[in-house]
């Protein structure tokens, strides 16, 4: 059988087991590290046998560590049946993120690539158990993963045991899309031999020490793929600014003409995003980024993408079919790789990425709030944002400017939380327009990003408080402490940012 | 006679003028790159006379990037004849933070890793004149740095026309100290084959074009060096809980017994933080950090530190005495290295750093502000602290617990300002304690922070706070938005933060 001949070493055949078998090997208070990164590649059996066990009345808590979120088997089981006492580093399944945000959770939020070096590190305490996700097991033990890589070779290396999940509706044509590189620890590291997005310079499976493996466990089910949203008027709109400006900069020299490897971030924008470029004029495009969503595959057949790199595939259904009814065909053009290598800032440095990411709102100064809606609510996390975004040659972001029906102006005084900062992010685009920070002054940038993206129904109200703020003593980074979260406890209060609203606190009027 | 000496290069003495007639090449409107980083190696006769043609009327405004803060003969003089019309990246001088403060100049503080490539990018635009100060030039026309490197090699090699300031003052014997690699652009860029503190992969010279140097000119000041303050109880305690906490790291197998190379921040805490190892028990240490300060030279003379690369001397006048008696001494243990590469990302986390940094303030939750006191007064800018704090190993900020004699708490509820956000800070020192914030929710961090390093005038306020955030809805990063900058208003209200005080605004109370 199938399963069966997936095992291609014959001395791990007497690990099989049943999920629920497996399961035991997970005991309250231990710390699982996971095979995963967006809804693919993550483990689907043994996670819902640790929840119904748990449902049953059996005390288990545990810390867990993903590549990202992962799908409902695993967050959104172990959510439900109180399992997840603490998770790393990032999640998008709504019972895990209710759990974080009622308190139930402990929650932290880290860089991914970080991640990998921390699991290496200790900074996590010791891994107990790992469960992985993979395509099959090589003759000499290695393991080939499915459809991400993420933090599956630290995992491996560092997790007291291993349980390793086949499965099976992953097709075997994906093996070798994989090129798995691991780096010492300090003080023994060294440089990453990578140097264009299609390099490949490791093995197609993660090394594994046999011993370590304790069960095996058949599965049978599909990744948990999200549906994309339509590509509607904001992203297209959105996508055009960046595309000509991309254009500008290299009429001006500052970028070949087929760019330098792109990253756009997950989700639906950002997949619309990337998708703009299929009507741009640039070809022989490379992608260097996380996921690889649907608009990558068109982009390859368009040719006008050579060549990505990522750590996942993130299609959507009819996505995840494309893929898998041309496997080999995407496998020329597509690397996986684990995301301490995907998201390191050496090679994002080194070739020079232009990083695309949406923020959940930006400040006048171009800090940017990536995570915690009005400073307080948990959406999902950094993610990989910041890798790309610190180390990029430039470094994009993007977000509608207003939500909630318009009831928030996604520019604001001051972000009510920071993920990234002034520091870092470079360019500013909303569907009203774009706004090129680089080289300006804090209160520069205060106007031509009211000015060029801010909404109409909001510019009066920022620029008021801009004028205002640059009466006070201190005109570097102008602010009204008092004010300067204004927007924030309007909406708290009223329902909305908008200055008309009734019930508006009374300091603010 | 020794000025002339120094010119290696018979075809180039030819170019030597006086300081004013050099000082023509530059005009109203230009862009100019000098050396310098910290008060050392910085030019300082050409400078001067920019500054009297302009207090004699003349109109000249200018934009000026520098590796970090220079001496008063450029900042100062430049200020104070309002000369600068712009400047990156970071600035110590009176005058200079004067003019940025009241809005005379556009100041934009930017990581330090990130300027040599933003110069190579063409992010600030064509560089119209670079003026360096050098040791000499050699035969081959190559310019020698003096007692720093910063952004001198990326200033001559962008540069329509260069300036050459040989300053005498400095010691010959300097020569061979330096090691100046360059880094390509995109797409062509390779690894940086750095791997130990010590690696010298470069030239004792930086290459240079004989056709764009417009003038060769005589100095004979010496670096406008600062003197560096006692080493006082607080630093002292500081100090002590660092060194615990890393041999506790030690022995729990997270570090190296000699530790991983330092990098410790500019300044007289800085100094005082890192001179409190010659008491400790570590030895064969190494440092791969931006300053070499006087304890430095204490910790190689006791044999703590064998190894020290860096991109300046930054001495107090007993130390530069004390460097220019001993060069040759303190050469076999010091590098001075281009800025792309003492904070280049790559080499930082390939060495894993121990990245030691000092802050403004630190917010409950891990964020924070390195610049902006009260979250609109600049105080000096970023410098290199985000370069080894994301990048780092281990990231240590030390702050001492109160400032303006008690009446500012450092640990507050959100930073009015954010460098380095809650992703990036591991451990957290003030002389009251130490807090570990690694693997911890936002919740955690709250009370640990609070617990360990607040001032006990502050504490109940701090806990009052984070109690009633706790009850919102929210609790993932419980904060009151209506409250959160509720410290810094009262500041501005009252000149405390302690409750207590009278004037307190309203809505405090």
Redesign the interface.
């Known amino acids: 059988m199938e399963f069966n001949r997936r095992i291609r070493k014959e001395s791990l055949k007497n690990k099989i087991m049943s999920a629920r078998e497996a399961s035991n090997f997970i005991v309250d208070g231990m710390t699982v590290a996971t095979s995963g990164f967006t809804p693919s590649g993550y483990p689907k059996k043994v996670p819902i046998e640790i929840a119904k066990r748990a449902e049953s009345g059996e005390k288990i808590k545990i810390s867990l560590i993903t590549g990202a979120s992962v799908g409902d088997e695993l967050d959104g089981e172990l959510s439900r049946s109180g399992v997840i006492e603490?998770r790393?580093p990032y999640q998008t399944q709504k019972d895990m993120r209710d759990n974080?945000?009622?308190?139930d959770t402990?929650?932290?939020?880290?860089?991914l690539s970080?991640v990998p070096q921390?699991i290496d590190?200790?900074?996590?305490?010791q891994i107990d158990v790992a469960i992985i996700e993979a395509l099959c097991i090589t003759e000499d033990g290695g393991i080939v993963p499915t459809t991400s890589v993420g933090i599956s070779p630290q995992a491996i290396k560092n997790a007291d045991k291993i349980i390793i999940e086949i499965n099976t509706a992953q097709p075997l044509a994906l093996e070798g899309v994989h090129d798995i590189y691991m780096t010492e620890?300090?003080?023994l590291?060294?440089?990453?031999?990578i140097?264009?997005s299609d390099d490949r310079i490791g093995k197609t499976y993660i090394d594994c020490d046999e011993s370590k493996i304790v069960a095996i466990v058949e599965s049978d089910t599909p990744d948990d793929v999200r549906p994309l949203g339509e590509i509607d008027e904001n992203s297209k709109k959105i996508s055009n600014f960046i595309i000509d400006f991309l254009g500008e900069e290299v009429e001006?020299?500052?970028l070949?003409k087929n760019l330098?490897?792109l990253q756009s971030g997950v989700g639906s924008v950002a997949n619309a995003v990337l998708g703009g470029l299929i009507d741009s004029d640039f070809t022989d495009l490379t992608c260097y980024t996380e996921v690889i969503q649907d608009s990558m595959f068109d982009l390859i057949d368009a040719g006008k993408v050579k060549f990505a790199s990522g750590t996942s595939f993130t299609p959507s259904e009819e996505g995840l079919k494309r893929l898998f009814d041309n496997t080999e065909h995407y496998a020329k053009h597509c690397i996986l790789r684990p995301m301490e290598i995907s998201n390191?800032?050496?090679i994002i440095?080194?070739?020079?990425i232009i990083a695309m990411n949406t923020a959940i709102e930006i400040d006048i100064y171009g800090?940017v709030n990536s995570t915690?809606i009005?400073?307080?609510?948990?959406m999902n996390g950094?993610g990989g944002s910041?890798d790309f975004t610190?180390?990029g040659?430039l470094t994009i972001f993007t977000t509608v400017s207003t939500a909630k029906n318009g009831d928030i102006s996604s520019i604001v005084p001051?972000v009510?939380?920071?993920?990234?900062?002034e520091?870092?992010v470079h360019v500013v685009v909303t569907e009203q327009g774009i706004a090129d920070l680089?080289?300006?002054?804090?209160?520069?940038r205060s106007r031509k990003t009211i000015e060029n993206c801010a909404h109409p129904d909001y510019k009066e109200l920022l620029l008021d408080y801009v004028d205002r703020a640059?009466e006070?003593?201190?005109?570097?980074?102008?602010?009204i402490?008092?004010e300067?979260?204004s927007f924030?406890?309007r909406f708290?209060g009223t329902g909305s940012m908008k200055k008309e609203k009734k019930g508006l606190?009374k300091?603010v009027l």
């Open positions: 603490r790393y974080i945000n009622n308190g402990f929650y932290a939020d880290h860089h970080h921390h590190y200790g900074y996590y305490g620890k300090p003080p590291r060294k440089h990453i031999p140097y264009k001006k020299g500052r070949p330098l490897p390191n800032p050496e440095r080194r070739l020079g800090n915690n009005m400073g307080t609510r948990m950094i910041g610190r180390n040659y001051m009510s939380h920071v993920d990234h900062t520091h870092d680089r080289g300006l002054a804090p209160k520069e640059e006070g003593k201190y005109k570097h980074t102008p602010h402490i008092d300067a979260l924030h406890e708290i606190l300091r």
